[in-house]
């Protein structure tokens, strides 16, 4: 291959790259990387199960033919539905949108008459919870009434920035629009011969635009109109009273003889205040997919552009900034990098001692970070914290790549490198194929991961074996490259009589490494039903108390010591900046405002703290759902969000009949039996509801049979933010009506009072609402409705021996997943969760067995231990493909396993890495493992590479002549490998060990390699060699170089 053109090709290619780099999608958290569609719609009073039948069933059945659909989620309430597609990664949302569009304007004429137009948008992530936060909050001043300045900013501001790409919706929130208020004396309008409704009805006929036809005047065509009495826009309170209303019964009213009018800001339906402040803001919310860092850039332009446009005396402050703490940690990861990248070339030179190296390096390295860029593009990869992981990662091994084909061009009498470099890029690529595997919700989070990795490491090979032999050959011309000064000669007998020894005792070093690795004998159990010698010996209680703990220590190696003082204390950590949240609930039927006055009593403690606290945001969104958010400066490095939380804690124990969940940091405090760490919950499938009532049933009464549980809920809420809504039930007495001669209609609108609905009735042609209340609502109870007594034309209506009210539960709402029905099954076990888990197991074994088809049955709790054994378990997989990968480039059976053996007890450096320095054991530790798993076995593949090659050369050496010579030529190579890998992690040591994953992830994987090389140079010998023997040619001695 020519030197010139392949440089110049992948140099071009690489630019192109760079310039694409703009174009990647930023992100910290990652995301589920599909677009997901909302289709929602609302039938008044029909009941979950008909709204379910009638139209989620169908319009389910249409979706499901729409291509690129990979899930069908649906809820069917009270009244209102609401079908998820979640669109396959590669496809066009657009296009699916366009077709869900067809499908229901085809099946539209069909649905029940009275069913709202379903309406699509997309939706975020868990689309249900309404805990979504701002991307930016701009608040709004000027020399105006806080109504003023909430209708400019809906009317005017909020318009003009919805356009910007990646904005899902810009709420204003702190005001609210003024509207006429009107409220009736129910005596007054009784006496009157008025209902509500009536009176509602001529208002709007009053302020209607009445037609009279229309005029041609030429080609012209003009409409007459009524003219209007009084301009809607000019009203006054005195106006409305003075508006004449007429009687049934003859009498000219006035509106001021029935109600009372005034001008006021609608009632509030939500509340959001920043450090208890309430102000006017503007809240832009971002799609799911879409780059935050660029929607924030592009929302600062649009503001700036808008402010010199504001009305004299108005300005826009920005108040909070939701990406300052991804670019905080973006500009930190860059540093790390940028420190990491700079040790790797350190050692290159030191290595190398030739600035020409270190120039083919950093310019191979550069074309490969290029070209990489150029496929994350190409490929639609997300950068997120995990694919910056793998960035990091993968400089060391692209740098490995090029130092090795270096080093074989150095040595023209060596083997070849192509198959060393070709078959450790497949071992590693082999280990990151696993996450394929995984569990949706851990293959979301490493996805972007293994595909950055994977580009990395396939543009390295293409790089190594092309661009670096041009690169040397254009930079060193046609004399041969000078190679550093050889290592003492003396140092390869040393090596080989060492050898020698260890294989002399090769029991031994087995034995050793394998006490060193440990034997899990802690893993048995105490008794086994049925095997008596077992019983009788191991399940002995000699052997318990007196045998067992001290064989646990001399037996459990390092594995014990991971197991016992790592592992337990493991688990997830959000790679996020530390909050601490405050989650408040009353009872069903209580407002908005009762739960906000909780709220605000608990800002008005935390103001005390004002000097340790960043900011706390609140948001009210009913009685029932209240959210409060605090941030910390320095992300609360001092320690100071636990001691906050302990007094939050105790704080809130204050205020009964409030339901409290503060979370964040350390262990949660909850007071709602729903989050009890002895709750269990087993979800059930099938394709028919009371098919699904029988299980559910079955599963209860099984369940019941153990006397720890004592109540089985077979119809749970499937998600945390659905409580249970209760319902009054008025039950008529037929006959009682019909005896005083009153209709329905007489007792509908005598209840109509009772409403405590606040929104507007109508609105007027200048878009002001207005609501008809009744005077006193507060006083309209539940008291008062059973005490009720009002005249009517046809006589007195006595509430009492009409009606009579029962509360009930509310219909649950109705969850399907892929057209199959969902049923929660929840349940508290009174005892040990390891008996718990027995019972619950041997119930759903005995339920599954008699369980017809279509129907499944599985637990549903969520636990990150079960997705780290589920990791562990892939790595299995992992060894085993590496192990085939060997094989065939080996051709060799016994050395392709002896090389998978180095993985598992290089993993012993892994288990004393996270246990002398006290790491803790999150996603980037077991991430680490994964990572070991293939980059351990790389400097093995070109010490096997090498020693084949000679073994053809010198057949009658002895194979530890043959290792240490093989080891002699790729000591440099694979030291520089392991160093340079582990520099490129060090600097991600830096932020110690609170720092999520990084430092997991760093420690791991350093402490891995190195005990690699351990194993390389004395260990892996025990497995692979055999016992030395003579040289049959001692001439042959004098070719060791």
């Not at 003396?490 to 020894?501: D, N, T």
Request: include cysteine; charged fraction near 15%.
């Amino acid at each position: 291959m020519r030197a010139y053109p392949t440089v110049l090709f992948l140099s071009a290619l690489a630019l192109i790259g760079y310039l694409l780099l703009p174009q990647l999608s930023i992100r910290w958290q990652p995301s589920n990387g599909t677009a997901t569609l909302r289709i929602s719609y609302a039938w008044a009073g029909a009941n979950p199960e008909a709204l379910e039948q009638q139209v989620t069933a169908p319009l389910e059945a249409a979706f499901a033919l729409v291509t690129d659909v990979e899930k069908i989620a649906s809820v069917s309430r009270q009244g209102q539905g609401s079908i998820t597609l979640d669109v396959r990664r590669d496809a066009d949302g657009d296009f699916v949108r366009f077709n869900v569009a067809s499908q229901i304007r085809r099946l539209y004429p069909q649905l029940p008459p009275g069913l709202s137009y379903p309406v699509i948008d997309y939706a975020p992530a868990d689309n249900e919870d309404q805990t979504e936060s701002p991307v930016l909050t701009y608040a709004l001043s000027g020399p105006a009434e806080a109504t003023e300045l909430y209708r400019y900013a809906s009317e005017d501001l909020a318009p003009r920035l919805s356009l910007v790409p990646g904005l899902n919706r810009l709420a204003v929130s702190g005001g609210n629009r003024l509207h006429w208020r009107i409220a009736l004396r129910p005596q007054a309008m009784a006496a009157a011969g008025l209902s509500a409704d009536a009176l509602q009805a001529f208002l709007q006929t009053y302020f209607a635009r009445q037609g009279l036809g229309f005029l041609h005047e030429g080609t012209e065509q003009l409409y007459a109109f009524l003219a209007e009495s009084q301009s809607a826009d000019s009203l006054t309170a005195a106006d409305w009273r003075a508006i004449p209303i007429p009687s049934p019964r003859g009498r000219q009213l006035r509106l001021g003889d029935l109600a009372s009018v005034a001008e006021l800001p609608l009632p509030a339906t939500s509340h959001y205040r920043i450090n208890g402040q309430n102000s006017v803001r503007l809240l832009a919310f971002a799609n799911n997919n879409a780059n935050r860092l660029a929607l924030s850039n592009d929302l600062r332009t649009c503001v700036r552009a808008l402010s010199n446009t504001l009305r004299p005396g108005y300005t826009l402050r920005l108040e909070d900034d939701a990406t300052g703490y991804l670019r905080a940690e973006l500009a930190k990861t860059r540093q790390r990098t940028v420190l990491s990248l700079g040790i790797l070339l350190l050692f290159v030179l030191l290595a190398y001692r030739s600035w020409r190296r270190l120039g083919v390096v950093l310019y191979s390295l550069a074309v490969n970070l290029g070209l990489a860029f150029g496929l994350y593009w190409l490929l639609g990869v997300e950068l997120n914290l995990y694919a910056f992981a793998g960035i990091a990662v993968s400089f060391g091994i692209m740098i490995d790549n090029v130092i090795i084909a270096i080093d074989g061009l150095r040595r023209p009498g060596g083997g070849p490198v192509a198959p060393a470099i070709i078959g450790a890029t497949l071992t590693t690529l082999a280990s990151l194929s696993v996450i394929w595997f995984l569990s949706e919700e851990l293959r979301i989070q490493l996805f972007e991961l293994a595909r950055v990795m994977a580009i990395n490491l396939s543009t390295s090979v293409l790089v190594a074996l092309t661009l670096v032999p041009g690169l040397e050959r254009k930079s060193s011309g046609s004399q041969a490259a000078a190679l550093p000064a050889p290592p003492d000669a003396a140092a390869p007998a040393r090596y080989e009589r060492l050898l020698g020894f260890l294989l002399r005792f090769r029991k031994t070093v087995l034995f050793l490494t394998i006490l060193a690795f440990g034997i899990p004998i802690w893993w048995l159990p105490r008794q086994v039903e049925g095997w008596t010698l077992y019983n009788d010996t191991i399940g002995s209680d000699f052997y318990q108390d007196q045998l067992r703990p001290p064989l646990n220590k001399i037996l459990g190696g390092s594995f014990r010591l991971f197991s016992y003082y790592v592992y337990e204390g493991s688990g997830y950590r959000p790679p996020e900046e530390t909050h601490l949240y405050v989650n408040a609930a009353l009872p069903d039927g209580a407002t908005l405002e009762q739960l906000n006055d909780v709220m605000l009593r608990v800002e008005a403690y935390l103001g005390r703290f004002s000097d340790r606290i960043e900011q706390f945001t609140t948001q009210v969104y009913s009685g029932q759902n209240a959210r409060l958010e605090i941030s910390f400066p320095d992300n609360g490095r001092d320690g100071f969000p636990y001691t906050l939380k302990n007094r939050l804690t105790a704080y809130a124990v204050n205020f009964g009949g409030v339901k409290w969940n503060i979370y964040g940091v350390g262990q949660s405090f909850s007071n709602d039996s729903y989050n009890s760490p002895s709750f269990s919950a087993i979800t059930l499938r099938g394709y028919n509801q009371a098919g699904l009532d029988a299980q559910a049933a079955k599963l209860a009464e099984m369940l019941l049979a153990h006397p720890r549980i004592q109540e089985v809920n077979t119809d749970a809420n499937l998600n945390w933010w659905e409580k249970d809504r209760y319902q009054y039930l008025l039950s008529v007495q037929q006959p009682a009506l019909a005896r005083q001669r009153l209709a329905i209609n007489d007792l509908r609108s005598a209840l109509a009072w009772f409403d405590q609905n606040q929104q507007p009735d109508f609105y007027l042609r200048s878009g002001v609402p207005v609501a008809l209340v009744a005077e006193n609502t507060q006083g309209y109870d539940r008291w008062r409705l059973e005490n009720w007594s009002v005249p009517q034309d046809s006589g007195q209506l006595h509430f009492p021996t009409l009606a009579k009210l029962e509360k009930r539960i509310a219909p649950q709402a109705l969850h399907k997943e892929d057209q199959q029905y969902l049923r929660l099954v929840t349940y508290e076990y009174l005892g040990s969760a390891r008996f718990g888990v027995i019972h619950r197991d041997a119930c759903l074994d005995t339920l599954r067995a008699a369980m017809p088809l279509g129907f499944t049955a599985e637990v549903s709790q969520y636990t990150y231990h079960s997705e780290a054994r589920q990791l562990s378990g892939l790595m299995g997989l992992a060894i085993v493909l590496i192990f085939l990968i060997c094989a065939i480039l080996f051709e060799s059976l016994r050395q392709a396993f002896n090389i998978v053996l180095l993985i598992p007890i290089s993993c012993i450096g892994i288990f004393l890495t996270f246990y002398l320095f006290n790491v803790r054991l999150d996603q980037g530790g077991y991430t680490s493992f994964l990572l070991v798993t293939g980059l351990a076995v790389n400097g093995l593949i070109l010490i096997v590479n090498e020693f084949n090659h000679l073994r053809k050369q010198y057949p009658a050496w002895p194979e530890t002549r043959l290792y240490a010579l093989a080891v002699r030529h790729k000591a440099t190579p694979i030291v520089l490998t392991v160093l340079s890998t582990s520099a490129g992690l060090f600097p991600f040591l830096l932020g110690g060990r609170n720092e999520v994953f990084w430092h997991a992830l760093a420690a791991g994987t350093i402490g891995g390699l190195f005990f690699s090389l351990l194993v390389m140079a004395v260990i892996s010998p025990a497995f692979f060699l055999r016992r030395s023997r003579p040289a049959l040619n001692p001439d042959l001695e004098s070719g060791a170089t």
